[in-house]
């Protein structure tokens, strides 16, 4: 099992549209969380930190459920812009990232 | 700009070629790291340096050669790659390993550009 799974996508939405992207880690002691972002050629960068309490930051929503060992990123009201890879990120001593979700939004 | 800064943003190399990819930090961070990026495979994390100490070595072949003269610059040395070498090559630091400042995490990354790497 990869340490950190994530349906590779792509998921192809209109624009105004709702989209949620889930991933799961294999090591129950993972402490920390995270969702990056990748343009096409570009480098990763921070999108949010995922607390257990889950957070919010405007039209993006990251919840953590360790029970189940999965993270999700919500995306509301999706704008062009949003087209990107998203990366789940796990710390466990170190951190490990997942292959990425790609996300097309069209208008 | 994340702070980071890498050259040369691309290069092409023979397989007898040798050259260097540098990284630079202008964040105060004492953690560096070196990753691989190649197409639909996720990030692979070649070295990692602490305060210009080699912490990791994640089994990368000899003909990689990290170098860290200090906390804010990180070399890459690179001598007679192989065409599976051609990758996009991604600097990274962060404040510490590990640990939490409140509720944020003090080994969130950040990256550089990156050097694309072309090894004919």
């Known amino acids: 099992r990869k340490e950190v799974e994530q349906d590779p996508g792509p998921f192809n939405v209109p624009e105004g549209a709702t989209v949620a992207f889930n991933c799961t880690y294999s090591?129950?002691?993972?402490?920390?969380f995270f969702w990056y972002r990748q343009d096409c050629r570009k480098e990763p960068k921070l999108l949010m930190s995922v607390y257990s309490s889950g957070n919010e930051d405007g039209r993006f929503t990251a919840q953590l459920n360790r029970a189940s060992q999965y993270i999700s990123l919500l995306i509301r009201d999706s704008k062009l812009s949003d087209s990107a890879t998203y990366l789940c990120?796990?710390?466990?001593?170190?951190?490990?990232f997942g292959t990425g979700t790609r996300l097309q939004v069209f208008p | 700009e994340t702070g980071v800064t890498q050259t040369p943003r691309h290069l092409v190399m023979g397989m007898t070629n040798k050259k260097s990819l540098k990284c630079e930090q202008h964040l105060g961070h004492n953690a560096m790291y070196w990753y691989k990026q190649s197409a639909k495979k996720p990030l692979e994390l070649m070295f990692v340096y602490n305060f210009k100490e080699q912490t990791e070595n994640n089994s990368v072949p000899s003909r990689f050669s990290p170098e860290c003269p200090n906390s804010s610059h990180l070399f890459l040395h690179l001598h007679t790659l192989q065409p599976e070498d051609s990758a996009l090559y991604l600097c990274?630091?962060?404040?510490?390993?590990?640990?939490?400042?409140?509720?944020?995490?003090?080994?969130?990354?950040?990256f550089g550009a990156g050097t694309r790497l072309s090894v004919l």
């Open positions: 990120v796990v710390d466990t001593d170190k951190l490990i």
């Open positions: 990274a630091s962060s404040q510490d390993l590990g640990g939490l400042v409140g509720e944020l995490a003090k080994n969130i990354q950040y």
């Open positions: 090591n129950s002691a993972s402490q920390s």
